[in-house]
């Protein structure tokens, strides 16, 4: 059975870094693209970046390069999305997503449960 | 930015039809993907690479393409069906985004 299983929740304060993990099972991590994708309360999704854990080939949308990094430990079969220090307008669910194609970046047929990031003083 | 429109909302009976749009400059080459999601659970995928169903995915459930626009269209709709509905293409840099989102209220 393919999973996606997300670490769970964080509170953290505006300045912190923090490192949120996906870690899949039940097919080949390898040879599936992994997604983030942003919900902030109440708002729809938003595409972060994608990465191959094959060659850690990554592309982010333009709206969060900079802002955030994607990682892989392919010997684990985890993803990683990460912050260096976050903002109050970073709180929102996140989501990691798996590809549906073997070695190609299209649609997300498992999700991962989500993982929500508050950042509050 | 790329971006991918969608109506906000669509009202529809129980037993009627929903077409639900999503408008895309790019949608004309590349693939759209279409997602559900209700309240307080993950999105799941109900149509790929266009007009595929994935496997559980009802029947009722289809996609169709025109365009720059492509269609999800609901038949014969459940009130199990009420949800949000999301879009999802690539640009030309492969990069991709979501659509703005469609509330599908059922009757």
């Known amino acids: 059975e393919v999973q996606l299983v997300q670490s769970g929740a964080e509170v953290k304060k505006p300045g912190e870094s923090l490192k949120i993990s996906c870690k899949g099972s039940g097919y080949s991590f390898s040879s599936y693209w992994i997604a983030w994708v942003r919900q902030m309360p109440g708002r729809g999704l938003e595409w972060m970046g994608i990465i191959y854990p094959g060659d850690s080939d990554t592309r982010y949308s333009p709206s969060f390069q900079g802002q955030v990094t994607i990682s892989v430990d392919k010997p684990i079969n985890t993803a990683y999305l990460q912050w260096s220090s976050l903002k109050a307008s970073d709180t929102a669910m996140y989501y990691c997503?798996?590809?549906?194609?073997?070695?190609?970046?299209?649609?997300?047929?498992?999700w991962g449960q989500g993982t929500l990031v508050t950042v509050s003083s | 930015s790329y971006e991918l429109t969608q109506p906000p909302s669509v009202s529809v009976s129980p037993g009627q039809t929903a077409r639900i749009t999503c408008s895309g400059d790019?949608?004309?080459?590349?693939?759209t993907y279409w997602y559900q999601q209700k309240p307080g659970q993950a999105p799941a995928l109900v149509i790929f690479k266009d007009s595929k169903r994935p496997s559980g995915i009802p029947e009722r459930f289809s996609g169709s393409s025109s365009g720059t626009t492509v269609t999800l269209t609901i038949s014969g709709v459940q009130a199990e069906d009420e949800a949000d509905y999301y879009c999802?293409?690539?640009?030309?840099?492969?990069?991709?985004?979501f659509g703005t989102g469609t509330k599908v209220t059922v009757l």
């Open positions: 790019a949608l004309a080459k590349q693939y």
């Open positions: 997503a798996k590809s549906s194609s073997v070695g190609a970046a299209d649609g997300a047929d498992y």
């Open positions: 999802q293409s690539a640009d030309i840099s492969g990069t991709f985004v």
